[in-house]
């Protein structure tokens, strides 16, 4: 797509956006909700790049257009960084010394079609072009898990983008389709007495781009009480891949 | 003068698009219908994805496209494109055949005019490898 000026991922998930701007109306104050509680969470995270950071909404507002309709706080950071998770039976974790974590379930995969997406030709179902890639995985990963969206105390979404994350909450069952903006207006996602706190040590957006390892970290600390923003008696956590791909993938932690 | 800079990197045909781009080079945009369950798909593919046939038939496209969705961009990733920020990619849609689309620019519409759904008709343009790409206009 390079010959058409496509070279860079914010105008490859940039159409995206738009179509779901236009057909389900959502406004920017809503992908800046997103990038706003990113940053509050982040500010009480020690490790995050942009903890020192204030952002308000007319600075998201007034902040350049990368590729409409992304603004520059729309788009996750560009960071170097590492982390690690240790994944063990039960059995070997209990003798370990910090608190075991469990994976609920995992699931990796996706609708058919994808591989043409966001990143490649834009040809993938049109049915599903302005949602991502994952409502089909959504479904499966609670039947393997057992649990269902009213479960979840807490969210670790894949913010490459604002819009992605409002994606997610409707493809993860959160909310109703094209309802993830009035959703997040509504103080949904903001820690700590949103019903659905997110992204709590910032994200990608302003924790740190660490390829959504980090957030899966971050919902091993929320399950053991550890986070800068810790839920109150947490026990579920979804932990999602970014959407606008093929395949995807996401996990359900839980104690 | 074509929409974007003659140092914008051309096509690149590989063995599953090479037909697609052998037509472009004489003006016929065509997209692959399956002769068998007569689907379209595109990008080319040496197998149908629904049925597994591997028959193929180009299809001529109609010279009108609708506007999917676009994007204007304004942060140059690349070089090559530095002077001619702000500028759109569009997604183009051919109900047609079968909804495929084309990852696109439409030449003629400036930043604030351009909607989904705008009707669009084809033009061919030079890239920089001396390849012809299709292009599109606002449809009069």
């Known amino acids: ?255 | 003068m074509a929409y974007l800079s003659k140092d914008t990197p051309g096509p690149t045909p590989n063995l599953a698009d090479q037909v697609f781009w052998d037509y472009c080079q004489q003006r016929e945009l065509r997209f692959q219908r399956c002769p068998a369950c007569r689907r379209f798909r595109h990008p080319p593919t040496p197998v149908c994805p629904s049925c597994r046939s591997f028959e193929i038939e180009w299809v001529q496209a109609t010279d009108i496209g609708v506007v999917f969705s676009f994007t204007i961009v304004h942060y140059a990733a690349h070089a090559s494109i530095k002077s001619v920020v702000p500028y759109n990619v569009a997604i183009i849609d051919f109900p047609e055949c079968g909804h495929a689309r084309l990852v696109s620019n439409v030449i003629d519409v400036g930043p604030t005019e351009m909607h989904i759904g705008m009707q669009v008709s084809l033009v061919w343009e030079m890239a920089g490898n001396d390849m012809l790409v299709p292009r599109f206009r606002k449809k009069i």
């Open chain 1, 1 to 255: 797509m390079v010959p058409f000026g496509m070279f860079s991922p914010p105008i490859m998930i940039a159409p995206l956006v738009q179509r779901y701007v236009h057909e389900f109306g959502a406004q920017p104050e809503h992908f800046g909700e997103v990038a706003l509680v990113c940053r509050e969470n982040a500010r009480r995270n020690p490790r995050a790049v942009m903890g020192d950071r204030a952002l308000t909404m007319h600075d998201y507002l007034n902040s350049r257009m990368i590729s409409e309709p992304l603004r520059l706080y729309d788009c996750c950071q560009e960071n170097d960084g590492a982390c690690a998770l240790i994944v063990t039976t039960l059995e070997r974790a209990r003798d370990l010394r910090q608190k075991p974590v469990l994976i609920l379930a995992a699931a990796q995969g996706g609708s058919a079609g994808w591989g043409d997406g966001a990143l490649g030709s834009h040809n993938m179902p049109i049915e599903e072009y302005g949602l991502g890639n994952g409502a089909s995985l959504a479904k499966e990963l609670y039947q393997r898990a057992g649990v269902s969206p009213k479960d979840v105390d807490v969210v670790q979404v894949y913010d490459h983008f604002t819009g992605c994350v409002l994606m997610t909450l409707e493809n993860f069952g959160f909310c109703g389709r094209g309802e993830a903006g009035p959703f997040v207006a509504d103080g949904n996602i903001r820690w700590p007495n949103g019903s659905l706190p997110l992204n709590t040590s910032g994200g990608h957006l302003s924790e740190a781009y660490i390829h959504g390892l980090n957030l899966a970290v971050e919902g091993v600390r929320q399950l053991r009480g550890e986070s800068s923003s810790q839920v109150d008696k947490a026990e579920v956590c979804l932990v999602t891949a970014g959407l606008t791909a093929s395949p995807v993938s996401a996990a359900l932690l839980g104690v």
